[in-house]
């Protein structure tokens, strides 16, 4: 319990440094996004030739931040730390003039969608094919797929994700070229035609989180099945008289996941800011599409409500990889000492 304790402590510490960090920097850089934005508003308001009213525009500012531009600067922190925990108050976008959190809450699910599904068939066919490449080392399908895998890895997942669309939707036209569904559907819910519209939209964006794990993986997962292939203890398993599935499944391709695993957790977050260019290049409004949205237009809260949404994701993806490590190893230990 100590352990769990400790680790998740550590986590909340690390989301508040970042947190931290983030809002100062911010704040202190020159021409900072809060001055940005009264510097606008008080030319906007003397290019009309009208009377610049400073509190008007102070309100104004507050409204969309969440911050009241003249109050010192560590009220400014307190205030806005107190609206995220107590309010999920993470201020208003300035782009789509929506709660930042709403825009978050609506758009996650389907970045999780397509991000999740897209990790898990490349992580698992990176896991069977390096698994068959290791126990056909040598051999022609060893050395294809290595080439394979190889040009894969090489390859920008944008640049697949562009030729993609332009091929299988735009030229072919077998998917949609943009979306999250079909708007033209009137009953969104719960019913085949609109599952089978959100997967047919979520294909290709699908496809592009696979070709960001494919390749390297594989190649990762041949290199640490030829070395447990060549540790002792397989060498006595194979004495025992043992069955070679059994010594695949249980011995090789158990020990040589483990590497990966937490690559795999860690992998979340990379894959989600991988989604910002995916999703813009699909048209997917999802919270890449708004990230994108948000640097376009210079809409601060929007984009440290994303900043927050992606540090939350890495700081769950790290917790769960050392919560679950000891289910996959057993040798793992929970004490106070680092095992991997």
Same mark, same amino acid.
């Given at each position: 319990m100590r352990y769990y304790i400790t680790r998740i402590g550590q986590a909340v510490f690390t989301l508040f440094a970042v947190f931290t960090i983030s809002f100062f920097m911010?704040? *202190?850089?020159?021409?900072?996004?809060?001055?940005?934005?009264?510097?606008?508003?008080?030319?906007?308001?003397?290019?009309?030739?009208?009377?610049?009213?400073?509190?008007?525009?102070? #309100? *104004?500012?507050?409204?969309?931040?969440?911050?009241?531009?003249?109050?010192?600067?560590?009220?400014?922190?307190?205030?806005?730390?107190?609206?995220?925990?107590?309010y999920q108050d993470f201020g208003k976008s300035i782009w789509k003039n929506q709660p930042v959190f709403q825009i978050l809450f609506t758009a996650m699910p389907w970045s999780v969608f397509v991000s999740i599904y897209g990790l898990l068939l490349g992580f698992t066919t990176n896991i069977l094919l390096g698994s068959l490449m290791a126990y056909r080392e040598g051999g022609r399908f060893d050395k294809t797929m290595s080439i394979v895998a190889t040009i894969s890895t090489s390859v920008p997942y944008y640049v697949a994700a562009i030729l993609m669309l332009s091929y299988l939707a735009f030229e072919l036209g077998w998917f949609?070229?943009?979306? #999250?569904?079909?708007?033209q559907l009137t009953s969104p819910g719960f019913n085949v035609p609109f599952i089978v519209s959100v997967i047919r939209h979520a294909a290709l964006p699908i496809l592009t989180g696979f070709v960001v794990g494919f390749g390297g993986g594989a190649l990762a997962m041949r290199g640490n099945s030829l070395r447990v292939m060549g540790e002792d203890y397989i060498r006595v398993a194979q004495l025992r008289g043992l069955s070679e599935t059994r010594i695949a499944t249980r011995y090789v391709t158990r020990n040589a996941? *483990?590497?990966?695993?937490?690559? *795999?957790?860690?992998?979340?977050?990379?894959?989600?800011?991988s989604s910002i260019i995916m999703e813009q290049i699909f048209n997917y409004p999802g919270v890449g599409w708004y990230t994108f949205g948000a640097i376009e237009n210079r809409d601060y809260p929007l984009l440290m409500g994303v900043f927050i949404f992606f540090t939350v994701i890495t700081l769950i993806g790290v917790l769960i990889a050392e919560f679950t490590y000891g289910f996959i190893d057993p040798r793992a230990s929970t004490g106070d000492k680092e095992t991997y």
């Open positions: 911010y704040r *202190l850089l020159p021409g900072g996004p809060v001055e940005a934005m009264r510097q606008q508003m008080v030319l906007e308001a003397m290019s009309t030739g009208g009377e610049v009213d400073m509190q008007r525009i102070n #309100r *104004l500012v507050e409204i969309y931040t969440g911050i009241q531009p003249t109050e010192p600067l560590y009220v400014q922190y307190f205030n806005y730390i107190r609206d995220i925990v107590l949609p070229t943009g979306g #999250r569904y079909d708007s996941i *483990l590497p990966m695993y937490t690559s *795999l957790m860690i992998g979340i977050a990379s894959i989600f800011s």
